[in-house]
């Protein structure tokens, strides 16, 4: 449904930096570097964008797919070890649905961001 977005971030360089580490376990890079910003996603094309601007974007929630809960759990610690702030362990949210499982974050300029994994475990 969403082709791409757009995060506007304080920092440009220290946003793109959190963001190389947190989402390489997911599989995701950089597909494009701007003067104005670079543009992230898989091996197809960048669907998730940072540009630096004032004033940055208010805090957005924004869930990355992840193909194993392996990779939620690797996002995670990725995530915090970039400088991320913890704001919900790895682990199942079954109020959502029976095999929702999810880690979130909250990213240098503050938005909530989350890994999930919608597969049952294997």
Same mark, same amino acid.
Do not use: N
């Given at each position: ?6 995060? $506007?971030?304080?920092d440009l ?5 959190? @963001?190389?580490?947190?989402l390489?376990p997911?599989?995701? =890079?950089?597909?494009m ?7 992230m996603?898989?091996? !197809?094309?960048p669907?998730f964008w940072?540009k ?5 974007? !208010?805090?957005t /929630?924004?869930a990355?797919?992840?193909?194993? !809960? =392996? ?8 995530a915090?070890?970039?400088?991320? $702030?913890?704001?919900? #362990?790895?682990?199942? !949210?079954? /109020?959502?649905h029976?095999h @929702? @499982? ?5 990213? #240098?300029?503050g938005?909530?961001?989350e890994?999930v994994c919608h597969?049952?475990?294997?």
């Open positions: 449904m969403i082709d791409h977005l757009t995060l $506007t971030v304080r360089a220290r946003s793109k930096a959190f @963001y190389v580490k947190a390489a997911l599989g995701y =890079a950089v597909r570097d701007l003067a104005w910003g670079c543009g996603g898989d091996e !197809r094309k669907c940072l630096q601007g004032d004033p940055p974007s !208010r805090p /929630h924004i990355f797919a992840a193909r194993t !809960r =392996a990779a939620v759990d690797a996002f995670h610690a990725a915090l070890a970039a400088g991320a $702030t913890d704001d919900g #362990p790895p682990g199942l !949210r079954p /109020h959502y029976e @929702y @499982y999810g880690a979130f974050v909250k990213d #240098p300029d938005h909530p961001i890994a597969a049952p475990p294997r």
